[in-house]
């Protein structure tokens, strides 16, 4: 087994008769940017939250390094996770959420000024959350992920909120990272910016796998990414 591998197997996630993931499988490997795509509703967010164990799947399983989320010794030094940038403490400080962070998973508290700069929050690190735009929260929310040095990050529309500027930075930022060997899979709409930044493609609809393939496979011949994945979609359509 790879380090940093993440294993889908068969996952399932009813809601009554709603499958919100439908009998999923893939794997993430490290060293490349996984884009996971899909329309709104297609179950990326949930399939996220299984592999990180906040949910529970009906049937079928998602592991890291081989093994349940749940199980991993200290999992955010193995797996950082972005999901949902908004939800912190606005009264805290931007800091402070990284020693509360770290103090309880048990991560030295030295990483914490150089993950602000890396970041480009140095200056806002005594800021309180809740004078934070979204495009900071995403920065701290990556800079959350990156705490316990992890080999495996999950990130759920990092995009979300970010500036150009932000936008490149971030695409700068999964890239180095990726090149260090980590295995990243990142959610996100933006075709555009997918097509520059991923090295290979998840695409789901309806909870369903559409495709699991290197984006220069995946992308049709004089055809755009987005003209693409519009034409998978549509042909998944019920
Ligand atoms: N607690 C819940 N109860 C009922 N249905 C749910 C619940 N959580 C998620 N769902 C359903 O699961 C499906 C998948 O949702 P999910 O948020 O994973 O999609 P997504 O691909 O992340 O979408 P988006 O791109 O809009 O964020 C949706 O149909 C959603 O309504």
Do not use: C
Request: charged share 20%.
């Amino acid at each position: 087994m790879v380090t940093g591998m993440i294993e889908v197997i068969g996952l399932t996630r009813r809601f009554r008769r709603h499958a919100a993931v439908d009998d999923l499988s893939f794997t993430v490997t490290p060293g490349k940017i996984t884009g996971f795509l899909g329309p709104n509703g297609a179950g990326k967010t949930m399939t996220m939250r299984i592999i990180l164990g906040l949910d529970r799947p009906t049937s079928g399983r998602a592991t890291v390094n081989g093994v349940p989320y749940r199980t991993l010794d200290r999992p955010l030094t193995h797996v950082g996770a972005l999901l949902d940038a908004s939800a912190m403490q606005g009264g805290r400080r931007g800091e402070q959420h990284l020693w509360w962070l770290a103090r309880s998973n048990g991560i030295s508290r030295t990483r914490i000024g150089g993950l602000l700069e890396l970041v480009g929050l140095a200056g806002a690190g005594r800021t309180r959350m809740g004078g934070f735009s979204l495009g900071m929260k995403q920065r701290l929310g990556l800079a959350a992920a990156l705490l316990g040095d992890p080999e495996v990050l999950l990130l759920d529309e990092p995009l979300n909120g970010l500036d150009p500027e932000g936008i490149r930075w971030m695409r700068g930022l999964l890239k180095s990272l990726a090149a260090e060997g980590r295995t990243v899979l990142v959610s996100s709409h933006l075709m555009h910016e997918m097509a520059v930044t991923a090295d290979h493609l998840i695409v789901i609809g309806r909870g369903r796998l559409l495709a699991d393939t290197e984006i220069t496979r995946f992308v049709r011949p004089g055809m755009s990414l987005e003209d693409t994945f519009m034409q998978v979609i549509e042909r998944n359509a019920p």
